[in-house]
């Protein structure tokens, strides 16, 4: 057997797995991994951890495949938490590998060593490892890759001491081939089946899991073969049903009573590739009853905590065709067709407008990247999503700071689509230093910067739930269009109605980077 180092090894297997693009912020611990980096190899640089993982956590959902970070050591994995919690919540699978101090110097916890390097992560990564030896380093990231990857796919972590890298290993490298979906219990599907039979007025409720397993067409198919509405469930991280459709009956907010308020019409509810439910606040109606459930999900721990419904495990898009298998075509008639707030005037630069004019000026196929919390009820009603592979791009976590990164990683990920960020003013400044990776990766990219001057989430939700002179959410003051151009992207700034329609124009027929800073009216909508 040929004696090769860990890194030859380990640079083999990734190239085995497709994990030749790697996010990172580089440290001195990751010297010894990055070393005569291989021309095969994508390093795309970031300028602070945070933004690295969620550069990587967009670019891994818009590809649906794995994808490899490197961060440094405890300082830069710390960092990174935020984003890592995130990717977590969205089910990103992310191979995080962090430096860690050479072997010889742990016992005496030395500067750059990370302590129990392993459990920092947790509980936020599906599997983590410092190995025990060199020569296992191969073997974790290969099982690594498995893990992320299985689902319900999730972000798992590696910690590699520096001198790991230039030990020799006479073992092979096994590359298995990535783990499939599963398909439902047949009985299982039987009584769902028996329930929609019965069932006068059913709904679906979707979640991201559902475009995450490129199940959107099937799940149109199922909706019409049913005659069924179809709602988002509470904080979906991605669009799963194309929201101009006949069937679609909009957003269920993350609240029990206003789930079940919504839900009251319905004798039967399938939800499918989402938690039921995921909830924010209380506003102290106790357990508002809900319709029968049925709970497709991949997940066994959000059928183990569901409250109440009948789970059935099965990865979504197995799932939903094992329903299509069997269901009839229904005759019960469809729900009338959802009606939208008529379109804003323009007399002021408002949320409304802009993404009301959004809606009519957005590329063909392009993907939205969210993250303007306060403005995240203006989206639903004024921008509908309808591309059915990868339209919508959000969080699931509430983390801020995936926005502007995440836009940057959906670019890099889809350069055949132009990807438009819409990012709050106070989010965007959790990742702004992405805006130097796309001027260096000079990506088409728009990115629209909503600037209310506040924290508005927190103080419309904060008075809402009777908070009063809240400190900590006035903002202003940020030249977002310098800013971009001092990182190399171009700025432009628009205040009035106006300028929106030509400002949007020429930013989307720009090639070039561009962020679209703009001067919106404060809103006192309530966010649920």
Same mark, same amino acid.
């Given at each position: 057997?040929?004696?090769?180092?860990?890194?030859?090894?380990?640079?083999?297997?990734?190239?085995?797995?497709?994990?030749? #693009?790697?996010?990172?912020?580089?440290?001195t611990t990751e010297v010894p991994?990055?070393?005569?980096?291989?021309?095969?190899?994508?390093? /795309?640089?970031?300028?602070?951890? @945070?933004?690295?993982?969620?550069?990587?956590?967009?670019?891994?959902?818009?590809?649906?495949?794995?994808?490899?970070?490197?961060?440094?050591?405890?300082?830069?994995?710390?960092?990174?938490?935020? !984003?890592?919690? %995130?990717?977590?919540?969205?089910?990103t699978p992310l191979i995080v590998?962090a430096g860690q101090q050479t072997?010889?110097?742990?016992?005496?916890?030395?500067?750059?060593?990370?302590?129990?390097?392993?459990?920092?992560?947790?509980?936020?990564?599906?599997?983590?490892?410092?190995?025990?030896?060199?020569?296992?380093?191969?073997?974790?990231?290969?099982?690594?890759?498995?893990?992320? %990857?299985?689902?319900?796919?999730?972000?798992?972590?590696? @910690?590699?001491?520096?001198?790991?890298?230039?030990?020799?290993? *006479?073992?092979?490298?096994? !590359?298995?081939?990535?783990?499939?979906?599963?398909?439902?219990? =047949?009985?299982? +599907?039987?009584?769902?089946?028996? $329930?929609?039979?019965?069932?006068?007025?059913?709904?679906?409720?979707?979640?991201?899991?559902?475009?995450?397993?490129?199940?959107?067409?099937?799940?149109?198919?199922?909706? *019409?073969?049913?005659?069924?509405?179809?709602?988002?469930?509470?904080?979906?991280?991605?669009?799963?049903?194309?929201?101009?459709?006949?069937?679609?009956?909009?957003?269920?907010?993350?609240?029990?009573?206003?789930?079940?308020?919504?839900?009251?019409?319905?004798?039967?509810? /399938?939800?499918?590739?989402?938690?039921?439910?995921?909830?924010?606040?209380?506003?102290?109606?106790?357990?508002?009853?809900?319709?029968? &459930?049925?709970?497709?999900?991949?997940? *066994?721990?959000?059928?183990?905590?569901?409250?109440?419904?009948?789970?059935?495990?099965?990865?979504?898009?197995?799932?939903?065709?094992?329903?299509?298998?069997?269901?009839?075509?229904?005759?019960?008639?469809?729900?009338?067709?959802?009606?939208? =707030?008529?379109?804003?005037?323009?007399?002021?630069? #408002?949320?409304?407008?802009?993404?009301?004019?959004?809606?009519?000026?957005?590329?063909?196929?392009?993907?939205?990247?969210?993250?303007?919390?306060?403005?995240?009820?203006?989206?639903?009603?004024?921008?509908?999503?309808?591309?059915?592979?990868?339209?919508?791009?959000?969080?699931?976590?509430?983390?801020?700071?995936?926005?502007?990164?995440?836009?940057?990683?959906?670019?890099?990920?889809?350069?055949?689509?132009?990807?438009?960020? /819409?990012?709050?003013?106070?989010?965007?400044?959790?990742?702004?230093?992405?805006?130097?990776?796309?001027?260096?990766?000079?990506?088409?990219? %728009? +990115?629209? +910067?909503?600037?209310?001057?506040?924290?508005? $989430?927190?103080?419309?939700?904060? *008075?809402?739930?009777?908070?009063?002179? &809240?400190?900590?959410?006035?903002?202003?003051?940020?030249?977002?269009?310098?800013?971009?151009?001092?990182?190399?992207?171009?700025?432009?700034?628009?205040?009035?109605?106006?300028?929106?329609?030509?400002?949007?124009?020429?930013?989307?027929?720009?090639?070039?980077?561009?962020?679209?800073?703009?001067?919106?009216?404060?809103?006192?909508? #309530?966010?649920?």
């Amino acid at each position: 057997m040929i004696k090769r180092t860990v890194l030859d090894a380990t640079r083999e297997l990734l190239r085995e797995l497709g994990l030749t #693009t790697v996010f990172g912020n580089p440290g001195t611990t990751e010297v010894p991994f990055l070393t005569d980096w291989p021309d095969d190899f994508d390093y /795309v640089l970031g300028l602070q951890e @945070s933004a690295v993982v969620a550069m990587a956590d967009a670019f891994a959902q818009a590809t649906r495949q794995p994808v490899l970070v490197n961060l440094h050591s405890a300082g830069g994995v710390g960092h990174g938490l935020g !984003s890592l919690f %995130t990717a977590y919540r969205n089910r990103t699978p992310l191979i995080v590998v962090a430096g860690q101090q050479t072997r010889n110097l742990l016992p005496h916890e030395p500067f750059l060593g990370a302590v129990d390097a392993s459990e920092f992560p947790k509980p936020y990564v599906k599997w983590s490892i410092e190995p025990a030896t060199a020569e296992d380093v191969p073997a974790a990231l290969a099982r690594a890759y498995h893990v992320a %990857t299985q689902a319900p796919s999730g972000p798992v972590f590696v @910690s590699v001491p520096a001198d790991d890298w230039t030990a020799t290993t *006479e073992r092979p490298i096994i !590359s298995r081939p990535r783990i499939r979906g599963f398909a439902p219990d =047949p009985e299982a +599907i039987d009584e769902l089946v028996a $329930a929609l039979e019965a069932s006068e007025r059913p709904a679906i409720v979707v979640g991201g899991a559902v475009d995450q397993d490129a199940a959107v067409v099937e799940t149109v198919a199922l909706a *019409e073969r049913l005659n069924a509405a179809v709602y988002v469930a509470p904080m979906s991280f991605r669009c799963s049903f194309p929201e101009n459709h006949p069937l679609f009956q909009g957003f269920l907010d993350p609240e029990r009573g206003a789930v079940s308020d919504k839900l009251a019409a319905h004798d039967l509810v /399938v939800v499918l590739g989402a938690p039921a439910f995921t909830y924010h606040v209380d506003r102290g109606r106790g357990e508002a009853p809900l319709p029968p &459930l049925f709970i497709v999900s991949d997940d *066994e721990q959000i059928l183990a905590r569901a409250f109440e419904g009948t789970g059935i495990r099965a990865t979504p898009k197995l799932g939903i065709r094992a329903l299509l298998n069997v269901v009839d075509r229904s005759t019960r008639p469809a729900p009338a067709p959802l009606q939208r =707030p008529a379109k804003p005037g323009g007399d002021k630069l #408002t949320a409304e407008f802009v993404y009301s004019t959004l809606a009519d000026l957005l590329p063909d196929n392009a993907i939205v990247v969210e993250e303007a919390p306060s403005h995240r009820g203006v989206l639903h009603d004024h921008l509908p999503i309808t591309a059915t592979d990868t339209g919508f791009l959000t969080i699931a976590s509430g983390t801020l700071g995936y926005g502007v990164p995440g836009a940057v990683g959906a670019a890099l990920a889809r350069p055949d689509r132009h990807v438009v960020g /819409v990012v709050g003013d106070g989010s965007s400044m959790y990742g702004i230093q992405a805006l130097w990776t796309a001027a260096r990766q000079d990506v088409p990219l %728009t +990115i629209l +910067i909503l600037d209310n001057a506040e924290y508005a $989430a927190v103080r419309i939700l904060g *008075e809402t739930i009777g908070g009063a002179k &809240l400190p900590g959410t006035a903002l202003g003051g940020i030249d977002f269009a310098a800013l971009a151009s001092s990182m190399g992207c171009q700025g432009v700034t628009i205040a009035e109605p106006s300028g929106l329609v030509p400002g949007l124009t020429a930013a989307f027929a720009d090639k070039r980077p561009t962020l679209v800073h703009l001067r919106v009216a404060a809103s006192d909508r #309530t966010l649920y």
